[in-house]
């Protein structure tokens, strides 16, 4: 765990920039260096494979078409020595010319019989006797006695194939032989035009160890195939470090087809194509260091621009916002880069608030404090004798006093809970008419007029609703002008509501400063004119409350007269 850990250390020590870095070039080499191992297994087994499959077919094909080739010139002579028995002279050398007149795959043809030889020459033929013609008979009659024909290998001739059929007399005894021996090297013309890329055919007499198209070679993989040939096979592979041997067998005569491929192009052809892959790679790894490097620098000044902010943001400078002003930031940088500055906002209002709420508990507290304590204290002195009308006149300025005390304090108690979503609410249908009254005697200064018409009670939270009236009326008679005037409490039916309009004759006030008494700390006197008391948190908490239960509330000013209109359901489905 400790050794993973000191890990995770070492890797907290480099920066953002070389991060984005290490993954842009991990990036870019990962998927090269797999293409390069896909493309090396690709064209080493695949390709190989490829070809081994099209080297059978072309060998098997070869192979019929030599089979083909030997069969039908088989059948060729084997014709002419079932014409010629106990002919004359003239009509076996007539018959000779005319067949390589027509048929010109016959390299040499010979007729032999017991004491002379028709032989080709020169496209001629003459005769000569058995002597000067060295050949075994007796050897070739004693293998021919129990087959029609003969294959045989003669190096006076050629290096190609000889086929010998016996030539009968009248008594079906053997009175001579017709040998030929078959181009086989004219495959060798067919083999250059059929196949390609170094790939050789080789007909090949395993018993005899003769090549018979290319008689200058010597079949150098001879042992290969010997040992191939242990299991039996007609047609196979065989597999070296460079080339790729693909054979086939000719059954009569006993022959095999053997194609050559050579792999050593083939390898060269791989490692160009890796170099080529390697070069890629390389200008791909330069081309995302570049973009890497040149990415990474935007963002690194983006992350130097945001600490910066982060540490003018901890020393209460909440004006210096994070500006995205910069090429190649994410997405997800910008919507940091808001909620930051969201965030500075809120904490900004935050400061503010505890700025005023400071100043205001400062301010406010401290008159209905003083009022308190110096009433106590004039009631509290040996010397003082006060009547009962006095006392009860010192006590009652204390009361009202205490109760100024304690709605300042339940304001400033209620904020947070409905800033906090907190604030919870016990409706019920509340009868308001003896509520009303009861809230305008706390204000026996202002003179009140209050109208009720069609509608008795509404769907609230009895305390929050007398709290959202104390904070009207409060307020209606703070800046009532002139003090003398009637504050006006008008409550109607509206639909499935019931709407309250507070009015009262004021000052004239700016449209600007209407527009912001909903919010905290907001009075109609700034801190230089102030005459009258109060937190400046009574009319957002009555919009707050008033929304809260499902109402809505209004502010107009006209012809020095100044209006609160709000309503509240009368039912539960309201």
């Not at 490829?50 to 030599?66: A, G, H, Q, T, Y």
Request: proline share 2%; glycine share 2%; with cysteine.
């Amino acid at each position: 765990m400790k050794k993973i850990n000191y890990i995770f250390k070492f890797f907290r020590k480099f920066s953002a920039r070389t991060y984005l870095v290490a993954m842009g070039l991990m990036v870019s080499a990962t998927p090269i260096f797999l293409l390069s191992i896909i493309n090396y297994n690709f064209m080493s087994n695949d390709i190989i494979n490829l070809i081994e499959r099209k080297n059978l077919l072309l060998v098997e094909s070869f192979s019929n078409k030599v089979k083909l080739y030997i069969d039908l010139n088989s059948k060729i002579i084997k014709l002419i020595s079932g014409i010629i028995y106990d002919k004359n002279d003239n009509f076996i050398r007539n018959a000779f010319s005319n067949v390589l007149k027509t048929y010109t795959d016959i390299e040499i043809i010979s007729y032999v019989n017991h004491s002379k030889v028709w032989i080709q020459e020169n496209n001629n033929f003459y005769i000569t006797d058995t002597k000067r013609f060295k050949i075994n008979q007796e050897s070739i009659l004693n293998k021919i006695k129990n087959k029609d024909y003969l294959y045989i290998y003669l190096k006076e001739y050629s290096n190609n194939l000889c086929i010998i059929y016996p030539v009968f007399d009248k008594n079906k005894n053997i009175s001579g032989f017709i040998f030929a021996t078959l181009k086989l090297n004219r495959f060798n013309k067919y083999s250059e035009y059929v196949f390609k890329y170094n790939e050789e055919p080789f007909i090949y007499d395993i018993s005899e160890d003769i090549v018979l198209n290319y008689p200058k070679n010597i079949f150098v993989y001879k042992e290969f195939l010997k040992k191939e040939l242990e299991k039996n096979s007609n047609i196979g592979i065989i597999k070296l470090s460079n080339k790729i041997i693909t054979y086939s067998k000719i059954s009569e005569p006993n022959l095999f087809v053997c194609l050559i491929h050579s792999l050593d192009e083939y390898y060269k052809e791989i490692a160009n194509k890796h170099i080529k892959i390697i070069i890629g790679a390389l200008i791909s790894l330069s081309f995302s260091l570049f973009m890497a490097l040149w990415i990474s620098s935007y963002q690194s000044k983006f992350v130097k621009s945001f600490l910066k902010s982060i540490r003018a943001f901890s020393k209460g400078n909440y004006s210096d916002k994070v500006v995205a002003n910069l090429l190649f930031i994410p997405k997800e940088f910008d919507l940091m880069i808001d909620e930051f500055n969201v965030m500075a906002e809120k904490i900004e209002k935050l400061d503010k608030f505890k700025s005023n709420l400071i100043d205001t508990v400062s301010h406010e507290f401290k008159t209905p404090l003083t009022s308190i304590k110096g009433f106590a204290s004039t009631l509290m002195r040996k010397d003082a004798n006060f009547d009962k009308d006095t006392t009860r006149k010192l006590l009652k300025i204390i009361s009202s006093q205490v109760d100024r005390l304690s709605r300042m304090v339940e304001d400033l108690l209620v904020v947070p809970k409905i800033e906090g979503n907190t604030l919870v609410l016990r409706n019920e249908y509340v009868e308001f008419e003896n509520i009303l009254y009861s809230i305008i005697e706390f204000f026996p200064s202002c003179k009140f007029e209050i109208s009720i018409s069609d509608v008795k009670y509404v769907y609230c939270d009895s305390d929050r609703f007398e709290q959202i009236i104390l904070n009207l009326c409060e307020n209606a008679c703070k800046y009532n002008y002139p003090k003398e005037s009637i504050i006006k409490i008008m409550v109607t039916k509206e639909n499935n509501y019931a709407k309250f309009i507070f009015s009262n004759k004021s000052k004239y006030i700016e449209k600007d400063k209407l527009d912001t008494l909903f919010d905290k700390f907001v009075r109609l006197d700034n801190d230089l004119t102030r005459t009258t008391g109060g937190t400046g948190l009574g009319l957002y908490i009555t919009r707050a409350l008033i929304e809260l239960m499902k109402g809505k509330i209004f502010i107009s000013y006209e012809d020095d007269e100044f209006k609160v209109i709000f309503t509240l359901p009368i039912n539960e489905n309201s």
